[in-house]
């Protein structure tokens, strides 16, 4: 991992959630900003894995448990495609809501993949 990607994983991933869960209590129905904020926080979590398959060849190597990062990596990727398909075949404010939870957890766990990565010691 790489920690200035983090942070700015963690703020987009953020900001997207908090508008998306505003807009949700505004009674907004999913739209394209609110679904693109999502897919956007989607497609840092893929360059994520790529980065995190990349980085122990170049001597970047996790000090917590790789299988937990990993448990993390994949569950948070899967997170953001469920949110958006949620968002598009239910088209309600509580929709948005959801979007905006979804992005408030990812930030969450990829705060907490920062942890295994660079704190812990296996």
Same mark, same amino acid.
């Given at each position: ?9 963690? !703020?987009?991933? #953020? ?8 807009? &949700? ?10 679904? &693109? ?6 497609? +840092?979590? /893929? #360059?994520?894995? !790529?980065?995190? /398959?990349?980085?122990?060849?170049? &001597? ?36 948005? #809501?959801? +979007? ?15 942890? /295994? ?6």
């Amino acid at each position: 991992m790489v920690e200035w990607f983090v942070w700015v994983q963690v !703020v987009i991933a #953020v900001l997207a959630g908090t508008a998306a869960v505003i807009a &949700g209590f505004a009674k907004v129905t999913p739209n394209d900003y609110s679904l &693109g904020a999502t897919l956007l926080v989607e497609a +840092l979590l /893929i #360059v994520q894995l !790529v980065m995190a /398959i990349v980085a122990p060849f170049l &001597g970047n190597v996790a000090t917590g448990s790789a299988l937990e990062f990993w448990i993390y990596l994949v569950s948070a990727i899967l997170i953001p495609p469920a949110a958006v398909m949620w968002g598009l075949i239910e088209r309600n404010r509580w929709s948005t #809501v959801i +979007l905006g939870v979804a992005c408030l957890s990812i930030a969450v766990m990829v705060y907490r993949m920062s942890q /295994i990565w660079f704190v812990q010691l296996a």
